[in-house]
């Protein structure tokens, strides 16, 4: 731009000049356009730069900015571990899942697809990052909603398929939905080394119907990396009361029981601040839970209500 300025107009700047007062009167971004940015740092970086705040409440906000962004870079440094040669070990399975960002159904000039385009396609999200290959769950919001019931449907459908050699499931993920998130999804994952499945997790269109979408989607996969599954009602089963029967809602970790009642660490009020657990079969029913990915502070908590057999529900989430 500099260059083109200096072609078209006579009058000689230097390139610091020009950039100098092209920041402070345009200042136009080039760079990639950030999407998915976390709100809590978006609103520090603006009490950072505020006028009306005090020295004080800026370096308040810096040190809290500072945090987070450490605890973003161990998130982003324990998934290029995963994907690194030293964890592609035989008997383990390193995945993750997420909700992408939602499809919206185009809008066709016909009676009945006139009121269909009203709708929203969710697209669920399970990557194997060993194998480099992804499943997708489709559906429209007239099917399902993007709740624990959900997640856990989809996670145990995707189990389902996973080798009988696997003794290991490490995940990568973001929180759950809905406002008791992650109570349904983090039974859910015990279950499955209570009942002997893994011996250790670790858990960090275009019509009418998704159909043309899922059906566009699976042409333009050349190289079979990836599976598109459409979604049916009837394969969302009820996970946000199924675990009341075989776990506690909550429990004092075994590090701060013998503490004053102020000073212990329980799971229900703590389920929001930690990050990083860790299900083994040797320790049926306990859960290891970390504040951060990779923490050197441990809360055990132990979840389970009894010793009898742990069955998955069957019952449907939408009838």
Known sequence: MHKLYLEKYDNKVSYSFYRSVYRDNFNNRFDRPQINTYCTCEELNLKIK?????????????????????????????????????????????????????????????????????????????????????????????????????????????????PEQITELRILSDNCATQNKNHALIRYLLSLTDSGIFEKKSST????????????????????????????ASEILYFKQWWQTYYKKNAISEESKHKPRDERVTFDTSISSLYHFVYTHDM?????????????????????????????????AYK
Do not use: W
């Not at 040190?63 to 035989?90: D, G, I, N, P």
């Not at 993007?146 to 996670?155: G, M, Q, T």
């Not at 119907?209 to 049916?232: H, P, W």
């Open 50 to 162: 505020s006028p009306h705040l005090n020295e004080v409440a800026k370096r308040t906000a810096m040190a809290e900015l500072m945090v987070r962004t450490r605890r973003s870079r161990k998130s982003y440094s324990a998934l290029q571990f995963e994907q690194s040669q030293e964890t592609k070990k035989e008997g383990n399975v390193i995945s993750s899942f997420y909700f992408m960002q939602n499809i919206i159904l185009p809008k066709v000039p016909v009676q009945e697809l006139f009121y269909l385009h009203q709708l929203t396609v969710s697209v669920f999200c399970i990557t194997d990052i060993k194998a480099i290959t992804s499943a997708f769950n489709v559906y429209h919001e007239g099917k399902g909603r993007k709740s624990d019931d959900e997640v856990c449907s989809f996670l145990h459908d995707y189990v389902k398929q996973v």
């Open 284 to 316: 049926k029913g306990y859960i290891t839970a970390y504040v951060t990915i990779n923490c050197l502070v441990p809360h055990t908590l132990f979840m389970l209500l009894g010793n009898g057999l742990i069955v998955h529900p069957d019952r449907l």
């Open 205 to 232: 269109s275009s019509l009418s119907d998704t159909i043309a979408f899922c059906q566009v989607t699976r042409n333009s996969d050349s190289q079979g990396k990836f599976i598109v599954k459409e979604v049916k």
